[in-house]
């Protein structure tokens, strides 16, 4: 089933996976997915996206069309039969914020099996420092080759922005570290067929995965204070927003957006990689941890939020109807990792609320597994109090004659607090 003269396999056909395959088979290598899930292998191999992303459809039917990308489960026959094997599984973090690396390791184990002299390995998960070296070479070099010797090993990070990953992956500059010259030079002379942006070369696998975590961390901490800064906007009676754009037009400001907190699989895990690296050297990040204990905390925030604006109508939590708009982590994406939603959910369920939800996008299982009781756009907003918690475009349209029992907690800069307070609607929000 595999072509002999297959030169890529791709491990791991998720949110970064496939299109990353299907671009490398659309600049015409033949490329291999693989993925553990068949389900998925089969929706790919019947020219469909498993994953909801803008192009992503069209993208893997052409290349599926034109026979140069194939799905399997097969790890090993595809690594056999690949030249080069680029690794794009998950990497989450456990309970205790410690990096989660098992699919890393079972792709590793996979690869060796087939690995092959002049092969060239490479990670684009993002894993903690030094994970290429002391955890994923000793696995590939059970085969009995020799790292930088008998076969090539790079790390390049995904940038991709969810929603607009294929404009991204094809655009955006690309870091790149490996283990000698030779590997950065064929992963970089590979990325160059997919991406037009510049080709950062950087001094070896660990610095590159460096950046990586820095990139998301740099956007954590940002937003961690903006979110400090909202808070303290709103016991001044000051609009966050107002106060975060003007400064912004200062040539070196670049304040974030406050928000119920941050979610994704990105932002919200990163930052504890670079944590977990630092403490095994016996520095212990602070200011990286407090800006995750802030974000986190953001939700509870919006739960006190909702509190306090009940007590001001005379109502409680406790049997008040909340409706949730917008379960997703951020606006117009289907995914739900890591939301803000599940905390607050989970805080007004404890307080004794009936928690509604609404998500145009994310799926009926995603949202059964958030523990609120999925409801239609209408039924929301007949809640004793609405929640505005992800900036769906559908959201931006709301008036205030939409709002029927005139309580609304918004969470995202997406509507005006002066013209909801001014058509008598109780407007409470993060940094309002
Ligand atoms: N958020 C705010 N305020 C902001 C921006 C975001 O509260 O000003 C929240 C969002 O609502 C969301 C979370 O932060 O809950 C993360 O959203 P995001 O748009 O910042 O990022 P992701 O997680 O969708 O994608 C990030 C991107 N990284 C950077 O921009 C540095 C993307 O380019 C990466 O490829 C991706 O992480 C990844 O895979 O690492």
Redesign the pocket.
């Known amino acids: 089933m595999i072509k002999e003269n297959s030169v890529i396999s791709v491990f791991g056909m998720g949110h ?1 996976g496939l299109p990353t395959a299907a671009l490398f088979a659309k600049n015409g290598l033949n490329t291999i997915g693989v993925e553990l899930n068949g389900d998925m292998v089969k929706i790919i191999n019947d020219g469909s996206s498993p994953i909801l992303e803008p192009g992503l459809e069209e993208l893997v039917s052409s290349v599926i069309e034109s026979g140069n990308l194939i799905a399997t489960k097969d790890g090993v026959d595809a690594s056999k039969a690949s030249k080069v094997m680029i690794i794009v599984v998950p990497t989450p973090k456990d309970g205790a914020n410690n990096s989660e690396l098992s699919a890393v390791k079972a792709a590793s184990e996979t690869i060796s099996k087939g690995l092959k002299k002049e092969n060239l390995v490479i990670v684009e998960s ?1 894993v903690p420092p030094k994970t290429c070296e002391d955890l994923v070479i000793p696995i590939l070099e059970k085969s009995g080759l020799k790292a930088g010797k008998d076969f090539g090993m790079a790390y390049t990070p ?5 929603n607009n990953t294929i404009y ?1 992956m094809t655009h955006n500059d690309r870091i790149i570290g490996g283990i000698d010259q030779k590997s950065v030079d064929r992963a970089a002379d590979l990325y160059s067929r997919i991406t037009s942006g510049e080709i950062i070369k950087v001094k070896n696998l660990v610095t590159a995965e460096m950046v ?1 975590l820095m ?2 961390t ?2 954590d901490a940002n ?1 961690a204070l ?1 979110n400090e800064f909202a808070l303290v906007c709103e016991t001044l009676g000051i609009n966050a927003m107002e106060a975060i754009e003007a400064a912004n037009h200062h040539p070196r400001v670049n304040i ?4 119920p ?8 895990i ?1 930052p504890y990689f670079i944590v977990e690296t630092a403490e095994k050297r016996g520095f212990n990040a602070p200011l990286i941890k407090t800006a995750r204990d802030i974000n986190n905390s953001m939700p509870l925030h919006v739960a006190e939020l909702v509190v306090k604006s009940l007590e001001e109508v005379g109502k409680t939590v406790k049997n008040s109807k909340i409706g949730i708009l917008g379960v997703a ?2 606006g117009n994406v289907a995914d739900a990792r890591e939301t ?1 939603a599940k905390l607050l959910i989970e805080t007004l369920n404890q307080k004794g609320a009936k928690v509604l939800i609404h998500d145009p996008y994310v799926s009926p299982e995603m949202m059964k597994s958030l523990k609120g009781q999925p409801a239609s756009f209408e039924e929301v907003l007949e809640s004793d109090c609405v929640v505005l918690l992800t900036d769906h475009d559908m959201y931006k349209k709301i008036t205030p004659e939409m709002i029927k029992k005139g309580v609304l907690v918004c969470t995202r800069p997406i509507l005006d607090p002066y013209k909801f307070r001014e058509n008598g609607i109780l407007f409470r929000g993060v940094g309002v």
């Open positions: 970064i993002t995904e940038r991709a922005l969810p991204e990586k990139e998301n740099f956007r937003i903006a974030h957006t406050p928000g907190g941050v979610g994704g699989h990105c932002l919200s990163d982590y951020k803000p």
